[in-house]
């Protein structure tokens, strides 16, 4: 049962006069005079009060607002700080009817400076403040810690005021909030606005046969612009951080095939003794060449290698690895190579010599 039925009284029957035709006299007084108490009783029932329901207490208002950041006394803050009590109040107007109430607020958040210059205006009997009006309060404050010279600042920040890294709504929001302290022309703002953008944008801008002489206009087809600036720089970083695709063509056969690659064949050893066929290594040709030993010497000798970098079908006169000396041209023709020979001997007495023979594949 809801909360209205059950406090609504329920009505009685209403008393039937019953029957009395076949009665006789003493019963119908008997029947009167009943049905008389019935009426009465029903009567009775509804003279009585009707309880009435406990009035619902409205819900305190509330704010929709943040409380304002506390305020220290910084001079870079104070428009801020008046800002968010002024929106405070205007939120919620029932807690804030009077002056007063408005000054306690604000004054509740000061901090440091601020507390100090804020303590002498405050009763600390009953809490009352000697400021005779929130207007009163706003100009006390403000010649204590606001920007004497507004006009000045806003004009110093707006020339320093660049687009640097940031978008270029970014940028107009602070451009904004600097630009409405001055008195400036729409074409003194577009002006102004453009001398901080970026490189990029400023660029772009060349190539605006007609811009609009608005400047929100202005300002709408600048973010335009740099939002394109930055999304081709995205694609250029994503393209270069991508990996290499393979540049080889297509093969005319199959379809989509391409030629497989075959690996080049591994370089010869090099060698640094002489103990291998192979060039000698000379990565380092500023450093004297190693002496070879008598083993190498033999090795080379004996399987028709050349002495100066172990390798055959030449002999050292003609070694390609052999650096030209000074003084001699890169066409002069070069000596004919005497052939090495071979010396036994036994017991400190030579027997004989023998001359090396060229190898058959040689081109000497």
């Given at each position: 049962?809801?909360?209205?039925?059950?406090?609504?009284?329920?009505?009685?029957?209403?008393?039937?006069?019953?029957?009395?035709?076949?009665?006789?006299?003493?019963?119908?007084?008997?029947?009167?005079?009943?049905?008389?108490?019935?009426?009465?009783?029903?009567?009775?029932?509804?003279?009585?009060?009707?309880?009435?329901?406990?009035?619902?207490?409205?819900?305190?208002?509330?704010?929709?607002?943040?409380?304002?950041?506390?305020?220290?006394?910084?001079?870079?803050?104070?428009?801020?700080?008046?800002?968010?009590?002024?929106?405070?109040?205007?939120?919620?107007?029932?807690?804030?009817?009077?002056?007063?109430?408005?000054?306690?607020?604000?004054?509740?958040?000061?901090?440091?400076?601020?507390?100090?210059?804020?303590r002498p205006h405050v009763n600390t009997n009953n809490g009352e403040v000697d400021f005779p009006s929130w207007p009163a309060f706003v100009t006390a404050l403000g010649a204590a810690f606001d920007d004497p010279d507004h006009i000045a600042t806003a004009e110093h920040k707006l020339k320093k005021l660049k687009q640097g890294r940031d978008t270029a709504s970014a940028y107009h929001a602070q451009f904004v909030a600097l630009a409405t302290v001055l008195d400036l022309t729409p074409r003194a703002k577009i002006s102004q606005f453009r001398e901080g953008l970026s490189k990029e944008v400023r660029q772009l801008l060349t190539t605006q046969v007609s811009p609009p002489t608005d400047f929100d206009d202005y300002v709408n087809m600048v973010i335009r612009l740099d939002n394109n600036v930055r999304l081709l720089k995205q694609e250029e970083e994503l393209a270069s951080s991508s990996p290499a695709v393979s540049k080889n063509p297509p093969s005319s056969k199959g379809s989509g095939s391409t030629k497989p690659v075959t690996p080049a064949p591994p370089k010869p050893p090099t060698t640094a003794v002489g103990t291998q066929p192979g060039p000698m290594d000379t990565s380092n040709s500023r450093r004297q060449p190693r002496r070879?030993?008598?083993?190498?010497?033999?090795?080379?000798?004996?399987?028709?290698?050349?002495?100066?970098?172990?390798?055959?079908?030449?002999?050292?006169?003609?070694?390609?690895?052999?650096?030209?000396?000074?003084?001699?041209?890169?066409?002069?023709?070069?000596?004919?190579?005497?052939?090495?020979?071979?010396?036994?001997?036994?017991?400190?007495?030579?027997?004989?010599?023998?001359?090396?023979?060229?190898?058959?594949?040689?081109?000497?």
């Open positions: 049962m809801s909360q209205a039925g059950a406090n609504t009284p329920v009505s009685p029957p209403m008393p039937q006069l019953p029957d009395m035709s076949q009665m006789t006299s003493g019963q119908q007084a008997q029947a009167l005079a009943a049905f008389g108490i019935q009426m009465s009783a029903y009567y009775t029932a509804f003279s009585r009060p009707v309880p009435v329901p406990a009035p619902v207490a409205a819900p305190a208002p509330r704010a929709m607002t943040a409380d304002p950041q506390e305020y220290s006394g910084n001079r870079a803050d104070y428009e801020d700080y008046l800002m968010q009590c002024q929106l405070r109040f205007a939120s919620c107007p029932q807690l804030y009817q009077t002056d007063q109430q408005k000054i306690a607020f604000a004054g509740s958040f000061l901090r440091n400076q601020a507390k100090k210059w804020f070879l030993t008598e083993a190498e010497k033999k090795y080379r000798r004996d399987n028709n290698l050349c002495s100066y970098c172990g390798g055959d079908g030449h002999y050292a006169a003609t070694c390609p690895k052999k650096p030209t000396p000074k003084g001699s041209s890169a066409g002069t023709k070069p000596a004919p190579q005497t052939p090495e020979t071979t010396t036994v001997s036994a017991g400190g007495v030579r027997l004989y010599s023998v001359a090396a023979q060229p190898p058959l594949n040689s081109s000497n």
